[in-house]
């Protein structure tokens, strides 16, 4: 019923930047508080950040003061600006409702290496 798709995963030095978007398409309800996962190999999944439809964030210790979460309503996309990447951000990114959640995409993947 709901699509997430998830885009902008690549290679990228450490201390580089990199902008990551989920594209949520079928049908769906509005004014859903919206989130960021990662999952490393062999590694647990994680929450990342939240947004809610009005604006509402909230980030893990682990990117505050790096990353940025945002959201366009009107495009129904949520994105994820990462700054300053460390090679423990490297997994693959994935976006999906903070509650009720939607089966997941295929996510994204980003690596961070020199």
């Known amino acids: 019923q709901v699509q997430l798709v998830e885009s902008g995963g690549a290679l990228v030095q450490p201390g580089g930047s990199l902008t990551l978007s989920c594209a949520v398409s079928?049908?769906?309800?509005?004014?859903?508080?919206m989130a960021w996962y990662r999952q490393a190999p062999g590694k647990q999944r994680e929450w990342v950040a939240q947004?809610?439809?009005?604006?509402?964030?909230s980030y893990a210790d682990f990117v505050k003061g790096r990353f940025t979460i945002s959201r366009d309503n009107s495009k129904d996309t949520l994105y994820l600006q990462m700054n300053v990447l460390k090679p423990e951000d490297t997994a693959v990114y994935y976006c999906n409702f903070v509650t009720d959640l939607a089966s997941w995409g295929q996510g994204t993947q980003v690596t961070v290496s020199s």
């Open positions: 947004i809610t439809y009005s604006g509402l964030i």
């Open positions: 079928g049908r769906t309800i509005r004014m859903r508080a």
